[in-house]
């Protein structure tokens, strides 16, 4: 973790891969708060970013150590909370929603496999016309 000391209000925040994420409002205990305008689809309230994800200060950034597309879903609510956990899209509800989905997809691959057992389009050995040469 960088010395989150040396970040200043309105700073850049970025993701490794150089993707804005927000702009420091302030550096509050361990986390970094951003400014509301930087706060993703619901913009009435702060979102924050832990300190530990923090890589480096270079200039007027602060760059994590993680994409942006991967730490835009790591920053908190105020009370530290994941975004949205209790939402549609929170990571209990992907893995109850992947779960279900390889369940399913399981399910339809056994009922496949049978299915081809029986029926298809090879003729069963030992069964139908026989041509026997004369």
Wanted: aromatic share 2%.
């Amino acid at each position: 973790m960088a010395d989150l000391s040396r970040i200043r209000e309105h700073m850049e925040v970025i993701g490794a891969d150089g993707v804005h994420l927000g702009t420091v409002d302030k550096v509050d205990g361990d986390r970094i708060k951003l400014i509301k305008a930087d706060s993703g689809s619901h913009k009435d309230h702060h979102h924050y970013v832990s300190g530990g994800l923090v890589a480096e200060v270079e200039g007027n950034k602060v760059r994590l150590s993680a994409n942006g597309d991967a730490a835009i879903l790591l920053e908190e609510e105020e009370d530290g909370s994941g975004l949205g956990e209790d939402g549609l899209f929170s990571w209990r509800n992907i893995g109850i929603g992947a779960a279900a989905v390889a369940g399913v997809a399981a399910a339809a691959g056994a009922a496949t496999l049978v299915r081809g057992r029986n029926s298809g389009g090879a003729k069963p050995k030992g069964k139908g016309k026989s041509k026997t040469k004369a």
